[in-house]
């Protein structure tokens, strides 16, 4: 798509009325209960293994043009170890929504789960460290239980 098309949408004429903001809100929510159930597939032998703990939950967010609704979050405890996915919102730039992650106590050390389009109708979840956004890494099973170990070794020392 070229500049011109770009900006022809934000023509005279343009409303934001346009955009449906419910249907956005929605959309996001979907995406994000995708991911958590993937996570949720993903970690499950360590669930049923008894390793960790899976606790769902759910919190309220604000968002310009969407206003307040619920979000789903997901947490899991690991012996003294409590691992968050905190769903932050869609509104942010480089990218079509955000989910930190984070290791209860070692906030600093946080990731962004980010949904990322590539302009051609595919959207996939990235992870990247809080620390440098310009480290993107696919999130997938591996990428998850590479963290979660990196986790748990930095909280052994």
């Known amino acids: 798509m070229s500049l011109r098309e770009k900006l022809e949408k934000y023509k005279v004429g343009y409303k934001e009325a346009d955009i449906d903001w419910n249907a956005k809100k929605e959309e996001w929510k979907s995406h994000v209960e995708k991911v958590f159930a993937k996570i949720t597939y993903w970690l499950n032998e360590y669930v ?51 989910i930190d992650v984070y290791l209860k106590g070692y906030k600093s050390t946080r990731y962004l789960l980010v949904l990322v389009d590539d302009n051609e109708g595919h959207e996939d979840w990235v992870l990247v460290p809080f620390s440098d956004k310009t480290d993107r890494v696919k999130f997938d099973k591996k990428s998850l239980e590479k963290l979660i170990e990196s986790w748990i070794d930095m909280a052994a020392v």
């Open 48 to 98: 049923e293994n008894g390793y960790m703990k899976r606790i769902p939950g759910s919190k309220l967010i604000r968002e310009e043009n969407l206003g307040e609704y619920e979000v789903p979050t997901l947490t899991y405890e690991i012996g003294p170890h409590t691992i968050h996915f905190d769903t932050m919102g869609q509104n942010i730039i480089g990218g079509k929504g955000r």
